[in-house]
């Protein structure tokens, strides 16, 4: 899965098959209506910017008290979308880009407790206010934002200037050990991987997925063959299109299939029906 985090999936959705029912939405006459990926990116995005218009700040919490339904899903990628003006994702990603970037010796403190406390301070309050002031963010002030942004994350300030001081976790997993020819997990930044793109802006794959790929695999093997005395021939497979063996994807003829990388998100239309 080549995704910055679960947040881009609506959006990378999008992209790869727009026409593709990703959800089904239930209507007030109590039929159900298919709604497509680029409808769902377009309504997340409609959302994520309403949050930010109603006064949504950094450091703010989002409680919805409700049913597994779908408006629930929209609210719940709205609130960790990379949407253009949502500088959330880039506050509360921090901590974590710090503990990464100090576990590879990119960022120095005493403990990476200690960094992240310090990262997660910093980023509620002097990197909020100056993503909030946008383009007004200059000189000195910027220079000294972008010292500390440095610190916290490993990465160079070039790099970071030329973001525009906001790294999206895909950007952070191939920049932060380029300089070695290596890109760092997203499920897990302790694993790192070796890209065929060296020079590419984002990760061929996630090290740290195929990295605990097998363990996963062995683990159910064991129990399920072993403790259990399940006897079958078929391979196990931690990641498959389930959607569609499962004929999620093909309840409605004509439906477009999505990839099997997409397959979360009909995992997520199952839920909203129950």
């Known amino acids: 899965m080549r995704h910055g985090s679960l947040a881009d999936l609506p959006f990378d959705n999008a992209s790869a098959a727009p026409d593709a029912v990703v959800l089904s939405r239930k209507t007030a006459d109590g039929s159900w209506r298919d709604v497509t990926a680029r409808e769902f990116a377009a309504e997340v995005m409609a959302v994520a910017k309403g949050l930010i218009a109603e006064g949504l700040v950094p450091g703010d919490r989002i409680a919805v008290m409700a049913r597994t339904i779908y408006e629930w899903t929209v609210l719940d990628f709205a609130a960790g979308s990379d949407a253009a003006g949502n500088e959330l994702t880039f506050i509360t990603n921090l901590p974590s880009m710090a503990a990464a970037a100090h576990f590879h010796g990119k960022a120095q403190a005493g403990s990476v407790e200690q960094i992240v406390d310090e990262a997660r301070a910093w980023a509620l309050g002097p990197y909020a206010s100056a993503l909030l002031k946008g383009q007004k963010l200059q000189g000195e002030e910027r220079a000294a934002i972008r010292r500390q942004l440095a610190r916290f994350t490993g990465l160079n300030e070039?790099?970071?200037?030329?973001?525009?001081?906001?790294?999206?976790?895909?950007?952070?997993?191939?920049?932060?050990?380029?300089?070695?020819?290596?890109?760092?997990?997203?499920?897990?930044?302790?694993?790192?991987?070796?890209?065929?793109?060296?020079?590419?802006?984002?990760?061929?794959?996630?090290?740290?997925?195929?990295?605990?790929?097998?363990?996963?695999?062995?683990?159910?093997?064991?129990?399920?063959?072993?403790?259990?005395?399940?006897?079958?021939?078929?391979?196990?497979?931690?990641?498959?299109?389930?959607?569609?063996?499962?004929?999620?994807?093909?309840?409605?003829?004509?439906?477009?299939?999505?990839?099997?990388?997409?397959?979360?998100?009909?995992?997520?239309?199952?839920?909203?029906?129950?």
């Open 158 to 274: 070039t790099y970071l200037e030329q973001a525009d001081l906001r790294v999206t976790p895909d950007r952070f997993y191939k920049e932060l050990l380029r300089d070695r020819g290596l890109t760092v997990g997203r499920l897990d930044s302790r694993y790192t991987g070796v890209d065929y793109d060296s020079a590419g802006e984002s990760p061929d794959n996630d090290p740290s997925f195929y990295g605990i790929d097998a363990g996963y695999t062995a683990a159910i093997n064991s129990w399920a063959r072993g403790s259990l005395g399940f006897v079958t021939d078929r391979e196990y497979q931690s990641i498959a299109g389930l959607g569609r063996r499962l004929g999620l994807a093909d309840r409605r003829a004509g439906r477009q299939r999505l990839p099997q990388r997409h397959a979360l998100l009909w995992a997520r239309r199952c839920a909203s029906r129950c």
